[in-house]
Structures are given as structure tokens and as C-alpha cells.
């Protein structure tokens, strides 16, 4: 049987496949971008005879899935929480975050250890978006490779949802699922999109472009550069294409626009990388219809799964690392915080440990932790970002132990290998000028506080 002839005899309808959904059963959406839509508003349409569905997903992004609006049907069990998953949780109690550290996440599915509480039926799907199928029989995941086929294979039957407009992202590996693999087959309507983020977004902000003004330095050529998410990496792209820095390379989880200009140039070519010479690696992508445009067929590109992107022995293979990540809070010991303000749960943890790690342990690597020193408050109050401690309920993304560089607009500090007295110094440094006295003053409290000028 042909490749076609097979894709013909596995074509059917998300109504069809949702109608095999049973009670206290689990099906796994695709991450980010690999999220299914129609197969997600089929089974949302069933809410009325099912109960105690478990729906796993990672890195939720629009379009909203219908499956949460039926919270006494659905869980919706998130172990990235995105912006969007944030804001559904205001309203929808069945939404839960799942802590995970994202380099072992693919050992945990292997050995059947996801957290699936309510789950006692057997035969349990697995949906994706992919882009068509290719003349080899194999349906790339586009922007997401991610922990997708892992998950896809573990699952007892597959279900992928053609999408036309999705580009496909060379590997790397992990990057398709085969046809053989695949259980059904939906084709979603010509019209039905990935999510992009709006061409029109705001370019980096004065502090974010300082902030990246003062990593520079500590680039060289050769440099390999893993960036997070925000406008830091747009800033730091306007940065280097002012340096005569050369040879640049990426390994990174996330992709995003601020790579595109930077590789294009030239100044970011992969050539002195100790593994995967030449190449930009990553594990998934989010961004406007310009990165993924740029992505399609890219063979300057390569898609790995999330356990070789994240492994930090993987990340320190590569010499002179610089891992680049942003936080929300930082304590006066040192600790991270770029996960929650008190209670309230504000995104995942994603790849930042793996980096943090693996660039430390990598021959002239080194990892920064960046924040703002300052935040404006819903009631239009000037807050520090630097604090004594951290509110009631807030869970630390990074222990001190893990610390080598923080980044404010006011300068970079060295962590690592320091004491908590100087640790203290150095963030009060870094704090806005409006809030040193009043850190000086918790220090002293904490017992942290010992030079010259300390409080008596």
C-alpha cells in the first residue's frame, strides 16, 4: 500500500474521533503550537456525556481551547503555563500546572510517570497539528518539536490534524511522526492558522535595551547564545549588530524573532560550535508570521527534542556559553523567582534551570539572570524587583546555589563563588536607587549586612 492510499484509508472527521473519547480517560493535545483546534471543539461539543476527561498540554497559546469552558467534565493539566494560561486560570478552577523539569520531561512520559490522577480507561489518544504529509510518508510538527513525538508514541492511538499553512522545521530529530505511527487523520480547513504574534508588537523597552547593553561585554566571538522570552532578545539583537562579535552559535529552547536578524547577518553563523557546527538549534518556536515564514525549510535551522536541546551535559558541550534568561524577583540571598508572585501562579519554569546549569558547566560559559530593578503595581506604585523575601507562597524557580550572573539596568553583578554579605552588596547595587536604603535596612534584619558603613 502506498503512503497516499494509506493517508486515504486514515482520513476521517474530528467528530468521529472524539466520539471515541470515554470517561476517566486522557488524551495528550499537542504542545504550543501543535495544539489541536477542531479535534479540541469536537470533543468540547461532547461536554454533556463525559465526565472526568484529563487533558494534557504544555505551552498553551490561542486559540482558547474550548475544552476548558466545561470544568466539571475537563482538567486541563498545563506544564507551561503561557499568558493565556494564566488568565483562563482566573476564571477556570480545572486548569493546573504541572512543575516538571523541562530536560527530563520526556523520561518522566516514558516511564508512564505523568501525573494522571483521574485516569482509569484505557485507550488513550494523543492529537497534534502537523504540517501534510511529505512524499517519505512523515508529518513534520512545525515550529513545536518539543517533548511531541515522545508523547505521540506513548499514547495507545494518534490522531494528527493536517494544518497547510504550517511550516516545516527541519531536524535535528524528533521533528515528524511517520504515517505508520498514526492512527487517523483530519484535515482542518485551508483557513485554519498557528498562532503568530502580531507583526505591530513594541520594540525593546529603554531598560531591556540596557540591561542588553550590559551583557555584551562578556560576549566574544565564537559565542554560543541561549535567549529566553521577552524583549530582551530583540534588544540584545540590536546590540550585537552594533559589535564587530563574529561566528556567533545558537542552542537554545525557544526560537524567536530577535535570532532571525541576527543569523541573517551573518554574525551568527554556528561555524566555532563543538557540536552541531553550523547549525541553530532549538527545540520549539513562537513568534510572528515573519520567524515562521523564515523557518519553513530552513536548512540554517535544526529541531530537536527538548531532552537533547535541555540536557545540560548536551548545553556545555559547547564552549563559551552564555545563557540569557529573565526573572521577576530576585531575594537578598540570591534566590530566583520567575515563576509566581505569592500564590498566584504566573508562567513555568521552562528551560531556565537546564540553562542556568549547563551553560555554567560549559568551558568559558556562563548564565544571566535579568530582571528590571523596578515594577509599577496595579495601584500605580514604584516595587522593587530586588526584595528582602519573597512573599508568602512564592515558589523560587532558581536556588542561590545555582546563581553566576544578575542583570539590572544599573549593571551585572557576579554571584557565584560569593558570600552571602557580598551577594547582599552586589544586589543593592543593582537595586534602584530609590530602594537602597530600605534593602540596606532588610539586610541588616537578615544578619546579611557587614561592611564599613553597616547599621548598628
Known sequence: MSYYDEYKQKLTTAEAIAATIKSHSMVKYGYFNAKPQMLDKALAARHEELKDVIIEVAGTVPPVPEVIQHKDVFTYQDWHWTALTRILRNYYDNVIYSPVMYHIVEKFINLGEVDNYKCTTPGNWGWAQVCPMDKHGFFNFGPTNSENLTSMLKVDKVCVEVVQSMPRCLGGQNESIHISEVDAIIEAPEDQKIFAAPDNMPGPSEVEMKIAENIIPFMRDGSCIQLGIGGLPNALAACIAKTDLKDLGVHTEMLVDGYVDMIESGQMNGRRKQIDQGKAVYTFAVGTQR???????????????????????????????????????????????????????????????????????????????????????KDGQLYSRIVGNFDYGTNPTLTRHMIDYIVTEYGVKKMRAQNIWVRAENLIELAHPQFRDELVEEANKLKIWTRTNKID
Do not use: K
Not at 310 to 328: C, E, G, V, Y
Not at 350 to 376: E, K, R
Open 291 to 377: 520567524l515562521y515564514d523564515w523557518m519553513d525549510n530552513n536548512p540554517q535551522l535544526a529541531s530537536y527534542n527538548v531532552g537533547y536541546t535541555n540536557d545540560p551535559r548536551r548545553i556545555s558541550a559547547n564552549d563559551n556559553f552564555i545563557s540569557i534568561n529573565q526573572a521577576m524577583q530576585i531575594d537578598m540571598f540570591s534566590n530566583v523567582n520567575a515563576e509566581s508572585m505569592g500564590t498566584s501562579h504566573i508562567t513555568g519554569n521552562g528551560g531556565m534551570l537546564d540553562y542556568t546549569i549547563g551553560a555554567q558547566w560549559s568551558n568559558g560559559g556562563n548564565s544571566f539572570v535579568c530582571l528590571p530593578a523596578t515594577h509599577t503595581g
